[in-house]
């Protein structure tokens, strides 16, 4: 398989409470959520909140992108928080059948991390393509950004496959631990840097894992950085881990959430 070399990010989410609201409200609180994201102190709290909804949100994207039809368009889902850290509303597309069942699923959520001020507001997309892969099988593509915009949008998409990545990664780290059979390989996604800020995802064939950090090579064809290479020997700390793959002999995929979604992901 080709391993695809990306713009790394994400996007940040909201509050929540079993509330629907209109399509202006759902619009208007997404804006509101991107405006947060774009000061340093949403970026710090969105880290926070991610790793607070992860258990359930990644359990909650299992379950229905097996379970309910592919998406044309994505779902938005939007939580807005108060300043103790309850969730005071969830709003999402009800439209949409898998952005009712992630909601619905999400309802469990009663309390996340204080954010910065009350009625702080967090929003995410969630696309499902589950049926169309298990039909087609598509294979890997690029994905490239040539704006702040786009790079926004791409964020936005990508964060609950991040999340799920994150979620089942321990799962995946247990099996290799173990020991995976003979031609499995298991692989990494973690964004590289250069001093300059250019940034790109690698993906990361995995050697080691130990004390908090993974070593291995880098096993994708870098085109933005310069302070990598591909076949350079890296250790980076597990928590930057954003997507994980195991390749079966016969070239066949477990995980990769992230990749597969970007198969057929269309920025606008």
Known sequence: MTYRSLFAGFFALCSLAAVIAATSDLESLSQKAAQNYSTKEGQRYLETFQQAILPVFGKALGTCSSSMPDTKEPASIVFVVGADGTVKRLLYSTDIPFGVCIGSKL???????KPPRDG??????????HHEEQAKGPPDKPVGMASQEKLAAYDRAIAPYVAKARATYPDAKKRFLAGLPPGYRFSVRVPLSDPDGKREDSFIAV???SGGKITGTISSQLTLVSHYRSGQRITVPESKIDNWVIVRPDGTEEGNPVGKFLDHYKPQ
């Open 107 to 113: 309802r469990a959520i009663k309390a996340v991390p």
């Open 207 to 209: 050697e080691k894992i």
């Open 120 to 129: 702080w507001a967090v929003a995410l997309g969630a696309a499902n393509h």
